[in-house]
């Protein structure tokens, strides 16, 4: 069964800093894209960054040089590092797979396997 899991999420202040997992099972995720995207309430989800297959690596501009995508294909997972976080990237964090590339990684469009979430505050 194709599963992404996602974990880390937690209550930070702003300024701190935390680390988003995904893992994957079912599936070898080297071979795929892999994006986080958020969500929060009554607004649109925003894809933050997404790696494809050949490791490449893209951000939105809400995050860039705040947020590192990486992944440990060992441990078949993808993270998402956050650091200096502001109390707008308060949402819930999901990952999603696309095959090869990280087409329409702004929206999700063709990300086919999608975890549950997890919820990140960042408050005072």
């Known amino acids: 069964q194709v599963q992404l899991v996602e974990s880390g999420g937690g209550l930070v202040q702003p300024g701190g800093s935390l680390r988003l997992s995904c893992e994957a099972s079912g599936f070898t995720s080297d071979y795929y894209g892999i994006g986080w995207f958020r969500q929060v309430p009554g607004k649109e989800r925003e894809g933050i960054s997404c790696i494809s297959s050949k490791n490449i690596t893209v951000y939105a501009d809400s995050v860039k040089g705040r947020f590192t995508i990486s992944r440990d294909g060992a441990k078949n997972s993808v993270y998402l590092q956050m650091n200096s976080v502001k109390t707008e990237d308060t949402a819930v964090y999901y990952c999603?797979?696309?095959?090869?590339?990280?087409?329409?990684?702004?929206?999700?469009?063709?990300?086919?396997?999608w975890g549950q979430g997890t919820q990140v505050t960042i408050s005072s």
């Open positions: 999603a797979a696309r095959y090869m590339d990280c087409f329409h990684w702004r929206t999700g469009a063709d990300f086919g396997s």
